[in-house]
């Protein structure tokens, strides 16, 4: 199969100030929010500079569950968008199982689900088995016969619970958002990082976000000291399972998005160890191929 030539970001984030048609979930207000607002026009606004993308719609902490932002965006153009949701895996009130939620979002073309590990939870007790809850075997399950993605921010310390699942359920397709939380920095271990990551590439459903890149390195274009990381990346999981994000409209920002962000695409294009295919599907067919070709 021959990749895409289109873009396709694997991650954003988009919330309105229309808080009347979309209020944000209780106990939420405007001043917890990172912007006042970022819209897929805020987006577009430097991204449309590239082509078209098309666009991983990633749920936002602050309207909880509610997903009906990004389902009327999703609805309005189905081509073009598609969306990641947040459900809970367990709860000490009586919710609707993981599964079930996972199947009904699925009808309004949200087809991953995003689990925060331990380094990005509040602490609730976990031990290094994280993921040994009834809600997690739930979603695991249902992932892998709906073709549904568990799509982790996730730490290095979280790999190996992951790797963990993944082991028993090799059909259900898994998501590493970040890299991983692997970070070319002083005070990060990157060999012992990059090392969990790679190791999740034995498990043929696991792919990779490459990305951010305002995040990964020093925070300057054109990021060329995070090639090696991605490098070992592509070389261990292939092209055809990575797939590029620039997290926009995440917490940290791009400096000079009409230039940082073409400066991120430019890196992938650039890059000596891969080949125009390569490229492509990093670029754009790993995350269609997933989202769109179901």
């Known amino acids: 199969m021959n990749p895409s030539s289109g873009l396709f970001d694997a991650h954003i984030h988009v919330w309105t100030d229309d808080f009347d048609t979309y209020p944000l979930a209780q106990g939420f207000g405007p001043v917890d929010l990172w912007r006042p607002s970022f819209t897929p026009e805020d987006y577009f606004a430097y991204a449309a500079q590239v082509g078209k993308v098309r666009i991983n719609l990633v749920q936002m902490t602050w309207y ?37 939620t996972m199947k009904a979002l699925a009808n309004h073309g949200i087809y991953a ?64 958002d970040h ?36 995040v990964l390195g020093h925070g300057e274009a054109p990021y060329k000291e995070v090639l090696p990381i991605i490098e070992q990346v592509v070389d261990a999981f292939g092209p055809e399972r990575c797939m590029w994000e620039s997290d926009s409209g995440g917490p940290i920002e791009m400096k000079n998005p009409a230039l940082d962000f073409p400066a991120s695409i430019d890196l992938i294009k650039s890059a000596n160890f891969l080949s125009e295919t390569d490229r492509a599907w990093i670029l754009g067919g790993t995350a269609e191929n997933f989202f769109f070709n179901r």
Not at 73 to 86: E, F, K, M, Q, W
């Open 64 to 100: 909880g569950l509610d997903h009906s932002y990004i389902i009327d965006l999703i609805a309005s153009a189905p081509d073009r968008y598609v969306g990641t949701g947040v459900i809970p895996a367990f709860s000490d009130v009586s919710l609707p199982s993981p599964g079930r």
């Open 113 to 176: 689900f995003r689990i925060r590990g331990r380094s990005a939870q509040k602490p609730c007790g976990q031990g290094s088995d994280w993921l040994n809850q009834a809600g997690y075997e739930s979603m695991f399950a249902t992932g892998g016969e709906e073709n549904l993605a568990l799509s982790f921010l996730a730490g290095p310390d979280d790999l190996p619970d992951i790797d963990r699942m993944c082991e028993r359920y090799p059909e259900t397709p898994v998501i590493i």
């Open 179 to 214: 890299l991983g939380g692997v970070r070319v920095r002083k005070d990060v271990r990157a060999d012992q990082s990059l090392e969990l990551l790679c190791r999740l590439a034995r498990h043929r459903r696991v792919m990779v976000k490459i990305g951010p890149l305002q």
